[in-house]
């Protein structure tokens, strides 16, 4: 995986005025942009979308036990008397009700459809390394199947829509770090450290700033004739340039009135202000199509889950009711949208520890402006151990909607053709239906 970290260039850039770009209007006819909020460590999203009909609701307070989230808690949501989100989400809620927030329920990792009868026989082929957050974390990101496949879905559509949708910097940016999902097979990604690229400086005297990037460039100038050095030398080329340009162009940002969560730097509430920032300037950089890659981190909790989760679930909605209003705010509501993705579902059994234990299908959340909301997607599984959705018997449910439809989904609505949809998601052939038409 090759990326170019303006966080790794920084240090060495001396900056000028952006001149002509400060002056291009901050629009962008037919701009559109795809932000993926990962939640690492697998996301409990029996406890985000939850029965809410009083017999559905006893029988899944009785599954849950101490897990179970209180009935006269719940958010309910309009044209949906059966399900109701975790208190935590109001905004969720708000945008779900007002038709700019869907939510799709049970998918997962598929490389084919399958039942349960297939999974328990073991006659059907089934993604790599089930259960597992390394693999299962790859398989949602490279969309593939196996997890030897080293480019993602998005570096695959940016690979096929040109390296020109980006502008002057990459189509695709990572606020989170080095991701596979962000990786194509001739495009080239770029990671931005959130809070440090809108002020990408030497923190030295200017003479001693000139003096080090000469020195650091003239090496990057040296012809070594070994390729795997050359290469290396490229990528840290491209990450000065890179920088300087955007740097430049965030000299020139609107200032945002949207206030966005506290945190540290690596805080989601970070992550999606450099990202409203970037797209900001969207026109001074040429960016006619930009994808971006985030990630809340902490849900792997296999004990004292119900405070750990209820906050991390906040945290979310919260960082998306900011990202919202500050595309509203930057009139691109309709252009810009949000989906989660993460490893696998937890399963509805309590383990003896308090937490809940890796599981299969998951529910997702998708909101913007072009989302046709208002709706829950998918099939909801029956909520019993041992069930018809049951893959194990512990209530961890098999996907009725696999990863690569729910991929597919967003990346027509971004300008896939259909034609080259199958080098972006290869197994998306397997599956008659491949819209879901929640976007």
């Known amino acids: 995986m090759q990326y170019a970290s303006l966080a790794a260039a920084g240090n060495l850039l001396g900056l000028r005025p952006f001149g002509s770009l400060a002056a291009l209007a901050q629009t962008s006819p037919g701009y559109k ?3 993926c909020i990962f939640l690492y460590g697998g996301n409990d999203a029996n406890n985000m979308l939850i029965p809410a009909a009083s017999a559905d609701y006893a029988n ?4 849950r036990g101490p897990l179970a989230i209180p009935q006269g808690s719940l958010l309910h949501l309009n044209g949906q008397s059966s399900l ?3 208190p935590n989400m109001p905004h969720l809620q708000t945008a779900f009700n007002n038709g700019s927030a869907a939510l799709l329920a049970n998918v997962g990792t598929l490389v084919q459809p399958l039942t349960v009868a297939q999974y328990q026989a073991g006659t059907a082929t089934l993604p790599e390394n089930l259960f597992s957050h390394n ?3 790859v398989l949602w990101q490279n969309a593939d199947g196996v997890s030897s496949t080293t480019t993602g879905w998005a570096g695959r559509m940016s690979d096929i829509l040109g390296a020109t949708s980006g ?9 989170a770090g080095a991701q596979i999902f962000c990786s194509g097979n001739q495009s080239q990604p770029v990671v931005v450290a959130p809070g440090t690229s809108s002020a990408v400086s030497c923190n030295q005297l200017p ?3 000139s003096a080090r990037l000469a020195s650091a460039q003239q090496l990057l100038s040296f012809d070594t004739g070994v390729k795997l050095i050359q290469a290396d030398e490229t990528i840290t080329s491209n990450a000065y340039t890179y920088s300087a340009t ?3 162009a965030l000299a020139s940002a609107p200032t945002l009135s949207t206030v966005f969560p506290a945190g540290g730097s690596g805080s989601l509430g970070a992550q999606l202000q450099q990202i409203a920032q970037i797209i900001s300037v969207r026109s001074a950089i040429g960016a006619s199509r930009q994808i971006f890659f985030a990630l809340l981190g902490g849900f792997d909790t296999h004990s004292s889950e119900t405070s750990t989760h209820n906050a991390l679930l906040g945290q979310l909605d919260a960082g998306l009711l900011a990202f919202n209003q500050s595309m509203a705010e930057l009139n691109l509501a309709n252009q810009v949208t949000t989906f989660t993705m993460s490893d696998f579902n937890r399963v509805l059994q309590p383990n003896t520890a308090g937490g809940s234990d890796h599981a299969w299908g998951s529910h997702h959340l998708i909101t913007g402006g072009a989302v046709h909301g208002g709706q829950v997607y998918g099939t909801f599984p029956t909520l019993a151990l041992g069930g018809p959705d049951d893959a194990i018997g512990n209530g961890s449910w098999l996907p009725t909607t696999s990863n690569s439809q729910y991929a597919n989904t967003l990346a027509s609505w971004f300008g896939v053709p259909a034609a080259q949809m199958s080098t972006v998601l290869p197994c998306l052939a397997n599956f008659s239906t491949q819209s879901l038409g929640f976007v």
Do not use: R
Request: hydrophobic share 55%; charged share 5%.
């Open 207 to 209: 003479a001693a700033c």
């Open 167 to 175: 502008g002057t910097l990459p189509m695709v940016m990572s606020v």
């Open 60 to 63: 899944y307070a009785s599954l």
């Open 33 to 35: 942009a795809l932000v």
């Open 135 to 137: 693999d299962q974390q």
């Open 84 to 86: 109701a989100l975790n």
């Open 246 to 248: 955007l740097a430049q």
